[in-house]
Nanobody, 125 residues
Framework: QVQLVESGGGLVQAGDSLRLSCAAS????????MGWFRQAPGKDRDFVAT?????????YYADSVKGRFAISRDNAKNTVYLEMNSLKPEDTAVYFC?????????????????RGQGTQVTVSS
């Protein structure tokens, strides 16, 4: 059974940093591209960042987080991370990690096979 478990969310002030983690089990982690998505109340689930399965570590980011967020992965620990810096109130959302059995990272949530339950990030002004 595949499980993706996010952690690291919380309540922070604008300008602060957080690091989210997503621990994966039940899948060949190093074969999966991994992504982060977020969903604010009343809005669609939006793409945040993605990283390829391969050692090249190709990464893509949403324009809204480029330069502030960084995605990384540790295949030895079956974990993907999202380092979030200079947080803004508009970053407030539930953050989900997702796994796609693809080598190329994808921005569309429809390309992903599995998704976690999410972790809440709240940024106060």
């Amino acid at each position: 059974q595949v499980q993706l478990v996010e952690s690291g969310g919380g309540l922070v002030q604008a300008g602060d940093s957080l690091r989210l983690s997503c621990a994966a089990s039940g899948l060949a982690f190093s074969s999966y591209a991994m992504g982060w998505f977020r969903q604010a109340p009343g809005k669609d689930r939006d793409f945040v960042a993605t990283i390829s399965a391969t050692s090249t570590g190709v990464r893509y980011y949403a324009d809204s987080v480029k330069g502030r967020f960084a995605i990384s992965r540790d295949n030895a620990k079956n974990t993907v991370y999202l380092e979030m810096n200079s947080l803004k109130p508009e970053d407030t959302a539930v953050y989900f990690c997702a796994a796609a059995l693809l080598t190329t990272p994808m921005r569309s949530r429809n390309e992903y096979d599995y998704r976690g339950q999410g972790t809440q990030v709240t940024v106060s002004s």
